[in-house]
């Protein structure tokens, strides 16, 4: 590898907003990101990640004049070995405090634990269980004619919302959760869709099961 604040584009790997890690830590973060929006259809975004060993020397200037925040001396910062990250805001931080033990971020095994926006990538700490290299399952696409539990979720939240009718075997309506994607439970996926202007084509995609979580979970 090569020195801190030096690594090479080889070594590192976008987190998105422009922001880079070290390729294992990366892969690890762009997962937790990943759930999150899956759970509450948010990603966690950072201010700062890898830095050049220059910009560790404007911080710690910063931080010597008095000027900027507590800063590591240049060449000895995490954030230049590319396992820091600084997060954008106190929501950020709720969701890694949340899951990001499994990815390796804990603020509990980082370092300067003053700052809530700091925390280092360390799964030998954490325990995590992710393994950097394996692909996140994301959310399958549901359409009519599925079985499963993601299918069984849905209809729990559309029964919430009043888009399913309960089961009532006095007039042979069938149990509204079944986890089966049958008819009425498209039907009740596309008035959704059109109550919260999606497109009403009945298919439980990335943006409508977001919509129904952050109305019904």
Request: charged share 20%.
């Amino acid at each position: 590898m090569s020195a801190n604040g030096r690594l090479t584009t080889a070594e590192l790997s976008p987190i998105g907003d422009g922001y880079y890690l070290a390729r294992q830590a990366a892969s690890a973060f762009n997962a937790m990101s990943a759930e999150s929006r899956r759970r509450w259809g948010r990603s966690i975004t950072v201010v700062s990640a890898y830095r050049t060993y220059d910009k560790q020397v404007q911080l710690w200037n910063l931080y010597r004049s008095g000027r900027g925040n507590l800063a590591a001396y240049p060449g000895s910062s995490n954030h230049g070995w590319g396992l820091a990250i600084d997060l954008s805001s106190q929501w950020c931080r709720w969701a890694v405090d949340q899951i990001g033990r499994t990815y390796g971020f804990s603020k509990a095994c980082s370092d300067a634990q003053s700052e809530w926006w700091h925390i280092k990538y360390n799964p030998s700490c954490t325990g995590a269980s992710f393994h950097p290299g394996s692909a996140p399952a994301g959310p399958r696409v549901l359409r009519q004619g599925m079985k499963g539990k993601d299918v069984e979720e849905v209809q729990i939240y559309l029964l919430r919302g009043g888009y399913l009718r309960k089961g009532d075997p006095t007039h042979k309506i069938p149990p509204a959760i079944d986890g089966t994607f049958g008819p009425a439970t498209k039907i009740g996926v596309q008035n959704f869709q059109r109550k919260v202007g999606l497109k009403a084509d009945g298919v439980v995609g990335p943006a409508t099961i977001s919509a129904l979580r952050n109305r019904y979970r």
